[in-house]
Every structure is written in C-alpha cells, then in structure tokens.
C-alpha cells in the first residue's frame, strides 16, 4: 500500500533532520576535493603566445584569421550529480533497526545536501524493473527538497507482483542515464546489486561519466545464525525455500554463496573501472563516506 502523505511528510523531516546532522562532517572531509574541479570547461579563445602548449591550438579559428590561436579553458565549478536508486522489492529486508531502502534515503539524502550546499545540480533518477521516474539535475535548496520528498514516497510495494518474471533492471537503468544525461556527471548508483547482466552497461556508463556503486547490504544477506527453520522468499520473484540453520553445512553453503556473489560483483566493478562505497545496515555510514572520499583525494592527488 502505498504512503499516506502525511507519513511521507515525517520521514522526510526525520531524514533531513538525521542528513543535515551530517552534512557538515561529510564537507569537512574530501566532498570538494574529490569531485569539484575534476572537468574543464571550454572559455575563450586568444592569440597564441609563446610558452602554450600546441595542442590547446584552435585549428579552425588559426586557419580563419590567419595567424595562431589557442582555445582557454576554465575550471570546472559546478558540477552535475546524478542519484540512481533502486527502489526494488528487495530493498524493504532489513534485520536491523532499518531497512536496506531506509538505509539507502538517508545516504543519498546526505549525499544531496551536501551537492547543494557545494552550489551542485542534483538530479535522481529511480528504478526497479523498470524506470519509476526521472528528475533533471537542479539546482537550489527547493529542488534537492523535492528530490528527497520523491525518494520518500518511492513504494516498492507498487512495483510489479512477484512471480510475474519482473527483477531489478539495473542495466537499463544505467542505458537510461546515458540517454538522458548527455554532460559529464557523478553519478551515483545506490543499489545492492541484487542483479545480473548489467557489466556491459556500467562499463559505458563509466566510460562516459564518473560512475561510483554505493552498495548496500544487510548482515543477514551475508550469514545465517542458528535460530533452526527459517522460510526465505525472494521479494522480487516470490521463489520460496525453508532452511534448517541449525545445521553448519547449511550455514557454511550460504555464507559460501554470498561471498561469491560478493566476489563477482567486486570483480565486475573492477574491470569497469568503477569506485565502490560499502555500508551495511548495521555499521555508521558517515565514517564509510568519510573513508570513500579521502580514498580518492589520495588518488586524485597522485
């Protein structure tokens, strides 16, 4: 059933209230560093002088006039973020005090404020089997609000019933942005991967913007306690099994398959060229965030 407004009206006060607690030690660490700056941006162009470099000549223009010119270029000051956030059945497990989708709002939501208090476009476009909705890069404290406001009010629970052969379209969520976003952006893809198929995707998507996969995971995903006969069900394709935890073996070929789909994800990523950004249910975000950007001011820095 889907959120009443008023509900959609606390979660998002209560988010942006628990985001904004935050923004100020995110910017404290390397949010500007990291990713303001990275482009260049066509400005002008002027006369040659002795001393440029002869790649940055204009051509075009120095065959026109008939003596040399070279084209200048401006740093980069504001830049376009991009959310991509599934909003998939899958996301409502959680073993924790929240769930995964939960989890997921109040990271981007942190992520947007800090873009808008950095003067940043920020767009968001969300997804499960399908493309549920597309909002341009903005900028301006309104339109981050409503950003958020659109994100609250994301239900898994509208997506397509189970068992209808529907799964999360992660690759058509990445072919979608680079549709639609035709400049140069960070984009974000909030997810917990629960997919397959999409390697090609992403690897182009990278190619053309600067792509990080911000992974989420519950500790359950992970591992199974003893706590005997337990019913799993796949949210997104209503398969059913029964498992008896109390046997090791059955704990240890669980643990088993998630750490090799762990494995394969962190390999696609990989050979993608793309930053992952781990955080889990059960651990703070904010030094995981923290970690993530200095990682790559070091980098950057090199």
Request: glycine share 6%; proline share 3%.
């Amino acid at each position: 059933m889907a959120l009443e407004v008023a509900e959609i009206v606390r979660k998002v006060r209560r988010i942006q209230i628990v985001a904004n607690r935050q923004v100020d030690d995110l910017l404290a660490g390397a949010y500007r560093s990291v990713f303001r700056g990275r482009g260049m941006e066509f400005d002008e162009v002027r006369e040659y002088s002795p001393g440029d470099e002869v790649r940055t000549i204009d051509w075009n223009v120095t065959a026109r006039a008939g003596h040399a010119y070279v084209k200048r270029f401006a740093e980069e000051r504001e830049l376009t973020i991009l959310f991509v956030v599934d909003v998939s059945r899958s996301g409502i497990f959680g073993s924790q005090a929240g769930s995964k989708l939960d989890l997921t709002m109040e990271v981007a939501a942190l992520l947007m404020l800090s873009a808008q208090q950095n003067n940043d476009k920020v767009g968001l476009l969300l997804f499960d089997q399908a493309i549920r909705g597309y909002f341009p890069p903005r900028k301006g404290r309104a339109a981050t609000r409503r950003l958020i406001r659109e994100l609250v009010a994301a239900d898994p629970s509208a997506s397509p019933s189970a068992g209808e052969g529907a799964r999360t379209d992660l690759a058509g969520a990445l072919q979608y942005v680079c549709r639609v976003q035709r400049r140069k952006a960070v984009v974000f893809v909030i997810s917990d991967f629960l997919d397959e198929g999409f390697e090609r995707a992403l690897r182009i998507a990278n190619a053309r913007h600067d792509v990080v996969a911000l992974t989420v995971a519950d500790p359950r995903e992970l591992e199974l306690p003893a706590v005997g006969f337990v019913t799993l069900e796949d949210p997104e394709t209503g398969a059913i099994v029964e498992l008896d935890t109390r046997h090791p073996r059955v704990r240890e070929l669980f643990a088993a398959g998630a750490a090799t789909r762990r494995a394969k994800l962190q390999t696609a990523l990989r050979r993608s060229g793309v930053d992952e950004l781990a955080v889990r249910t059960d651990q703070p975000y904010v030094a995981s965030l923290n970690r993530f950007f200095r990682m790559r001011e070091r980098r950057a820095a090199r």
